[in-house]
């Protein structure tokens, strides 16, 4: 599996980078259920943002999310640090893809991030209550503190007008 994922990453073929993306966020994923700490490396190669890979969509979630689980049980404050950058560049001029974000959120919990915890409670300051950015914010918040922030200390959902509305008629 790391061989294939290594191949995928180095050269992969062009003709279809979203099966691509796919098959490298699944392995990604099985080797971290699995455990298997010698994916690292590699999975490290995802987290900064880099242009040119804007197809890796799903690779780099679930590297991200892969990571979180390998280095659960150790303090990373290097890994901390990079998850951190990827969450506030979702407001950047080049913004971080969603899921990158979300998955940098919930493996802060996964690795008890203590030094970033006012991050995450900025994140779930700004957070609209229902969004999934937020509701990870609040859930790694208490997996780091313990504290809890329920959806009525959360800023309030804001219901926007829809673009296309239905013809009311009487």
Known sequence: MLAQAQLQTS???RENLQAVDRQVA????????????QAIPLMRQYI??????RYQRLSRGAAVWG?????????DDRFASQLMQRIK?????????????????ISLGRIKARFQLEG???LAEQSVNAS??????RWAIQQISGESITLDQ???????????QPEITQ
């Open 154 to 164: 959360a800023v309030p959902n804001v219901l926007r007008i829809w673009r296309i």
């Open 120 to 122: 995450l409670k900025k």
């Open 26 to 37: 699944h392995l990604f994923e099985a080797m971290a259920v699995m455990n298997y700490r």
């Open 89 to 105: 560049a979702a407001s950047s001029l080049k913004p971080e893809i969603g899921v990158v974000v979300y998955m940098s959120t």
């Open 11 to 13: 050269r992969p073929k």
């Open 132 to 137: 999934r950015e937020g509701q990870a914010a």
């Open 67 to 75: 990571l979180g689980h390998l280095l659960a049980d150790e303090q």
């Open 48 to 53: 900064p943002f880099q242009d040119r890979r």
